[in-house]
């Protein structure tokens, strides 16, 4: 089977995480946790980087920190990995659901303003699949409104927005480790800002409020949480660090391949990569068009049968359970994407050969 998306392990992984094994310093403390965060704000350009255990506590940590709470409203897209939406819930504040761009697959810049309210406290973007958001346009309705943005970059490590990384461009952006993300440290996250205060304030909140006494002992000023990552992951996310350019660079050529052999294709959109973006085509997504011959779930189950790993693009969030309550813009093509698009094999690792197979397989049922 070519699976969808593998981490890529090929460096000091083995010999850092030994390290920490060898030096006890296998928990939150230790120094691969403060290097972590050193060598990622600078990768990034960004002054504050603060390492979690994961994306969705990032998230969760961005709104409290920015005191975004019960009944707030914060604008965000349904075409997105259900993370952000949960942790906006987790303070009690409302989620507005807008819709997508077509060609882009990330929040509708245009949509926005209709969304908001006097509630509206904050715009949560995903830049999902690795595509950047119009950044400029999220930033000048963010400053008309008075609104704080947050970016959602757990999809996008490695794109560029005019020149600048995704996740340094809002007040607050967030980053995910996961297995599957382009490095990984097994489960992990990081907050970045260029706000010192709002970072401090992240780091403070992340680790149980706590503040240590004259004679050692804790004191705690108010409510926190243990959001902390142990050293071993952070050793290992400095390892994955090293290689991310080369990562970045495989991505894209990997992307460019499927691109030559799926854009001629009848009834095959390929993914768009806008003037002002770096694409890292963190997983390489097509849409399925009516005049391909079989529908999206049909190619999904061919390519099963092929050896062949897929994933069906987001089911909108806003139709899941949890959230058929809450307020959302027209969807029409959030929907139409959730129903067309298809993620393809995107590991760093995948083989020039392996991207031939898989195009060539598409094409076959292609009627
Ligand atoms: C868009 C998006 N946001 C947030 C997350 C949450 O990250 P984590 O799984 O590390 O909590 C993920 C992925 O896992 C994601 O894809």
């Given at each position: 089977?070519?699976?969808?998306?593998?981490?890529?392990?090929?460096?000091?992984?083995?010999?850092?995480?030994?390290?920490?094994?060898?030096?006890?310093?296998?928990?939150?403390?230790?120094g691969y946790v403060d290097k972590f965060e050193e060598d990622f704000s600078r990768y990034?350009?960004?002054?504050?980087?603060?390492?979690?255990?994961?994306?969705?506590?990032?998230?969760?940590?961005?709104?409290?920190?920015?005191?975004?709470?019960?009944?707030?409203?914060?604008?965000?897209?349904?075409?997105?990995?259900?993370?952000?939406v949960n942790a906006i819930r987790y303070l009690e504040a409302n989620p507005v659901f807008?819709?997508?761009?077509?060609?882009?697959?990330?929040?509708?810049?245009?949509?926005?303003?209709?969304?908001?309210?006097?509630?509206?406290?904050a715009i949560l973007v995903v830049h999902i699949y690795g595509h950047p958001v119009d950044?400029?346009?999220?930033?000048?309705?963010?400053?008309?409104?008075?609104?704080?943005?947050?970016?959602?970059?757990?999809?996008?490590?490695?794109?560029?927005?005019?020149?600048?990384?995704?996740?340094?461009?809002?007040?607050?952006?967030?980053?995910?480790?996961?297995?599957?993300?382009?490095?990984?440290?097994?489960?992990?996250?990081?907050?970045?800002?260029?706000?010192?205060?709002?970072?401090?304030?992240?780091?403070?909140?992340?680790?149980?409020?706590?503040?240590?006494?004259?004679?050692?002992?804790?004191?705690?000023?108010?409510?926190?949480?243990?959001?902390?990552?142990?050293?071993?992951?952070?050793?290992?996310?400095?390892?994955?660090?090293?290689?991310?350019?080369?990562?970045?660079?495989?991505?894209?050529?990997?992307?460019?391949?499927?691109?030559?052999?799926?854009?001629?294709?009848?009834?095959?959109?390929?993914?768009?990569?806008?003037?002002?973006?770096?694409?890292?085509?963190?997983?390489?997504?097509?849409?399925?068009?009516?005049?391909?011959?079989?529908?999206?779930?049909?190619?999904?189950?061919?390519?099963?049968?092929?050896?062949?790993?897929?994933?069906?693009?987001?089911?909108?969030?806003?139709?899941?359970?949890?959230?058929?309550?809450?307020?959302?813009?027209?969807?029409?093509?959030?929907?139409?994407?959730?129903?067309?698009?298809?993620?393809?094999?995107?590991?760093?690792?995948?083989?020039?050969?392996?991207?031939?197979?898989?195009?060539?397989?598409?094409?076959?049922?292609?009627?």
């Open positions: 089977m070519i699976p969808l998306c593998v981490p890529e392990i090929r460096g000091n992984e083995w010999k850092y995480i030994k390290e920490c094994l060898d030096t006890n310093w296998v928990s939150s403390a230790g990034l350009n960004i002054k504050k980087a603060v390492v979690t255990v994961n994306g969705t506590s990032a998230i969760h940590l961005a709104l409290k920190a920015l005191e975004i709470g019960k009944g707030d409203e914060v604008v965000v897209p349904s075409l997105t990995f259900i993370s952000p807008v819709d997508v761009s077509r060609d882009t697959f990330v929040m509708d810049a245009e949509k926005i303003e209709e969304a908001i309210t006097p509630s509206t406290k950044m400029d346009k999220i930033m000048n309705i963010a400053k008309k409104h008075n609104l704080y943005v947050i970016e959602d970059a757990t999809e996008s490590l490695g794109s560029l927005y005019k020149g600048k990384h995704t996740g340094t461009i809002g007040d607050i952006g967030c980053f995910s480790f996961n297995g599957n993300k382009l490095i990984t440290t097994g489960a992990g996250g990081m907050l970045v800002t260029n706000n010192e205060e709002i970072g401090e304030r992240a780091k403070y909140l992340s680790t149980q409020t706590k503040t240590i006494l004259d004679n050692g002992g804790f004191y705690h000023e108010e409510i926190g949480y243990n959001y902390r990552m142990p050293n071993i992951l952070a050793a290992m996310g400095c390892a994955q660090l090293e290689f991310i350019e080369e990562y970045i660079k495989i991505k894209r050529e990997n992307a460019l391949l499927y691109n030559k052999l799926l854009k001629d294709v009848k009834g095959i959109s390929v993914p768009a990569e806008k003037e002002y973006a770096k694409n890292v085509y963190w997983l390489y997504s097509i849409i399925i068009e009516d005049d391909f011959g079989i529908t999206r779930d049909e190619l999904i189950k061919e390519l099963k049968e092929n050896g062949i790993d897929s994933r069906p693009f987001f089911s909108p969030v806003h139709k899941m359970p949890p959230y058929v309550n809450y307020r959302y813009l027209d969807m029409s093509v959030t929907e139409e994407l959730a129903y067309r698009g298809i993620n393809l094999p995107s590991s760093v690792g995948l083989k020039k050969e392996e991207i031939k197979i898989i195009c060539d397989t598409i094409r076959k049922f292609n009627k």
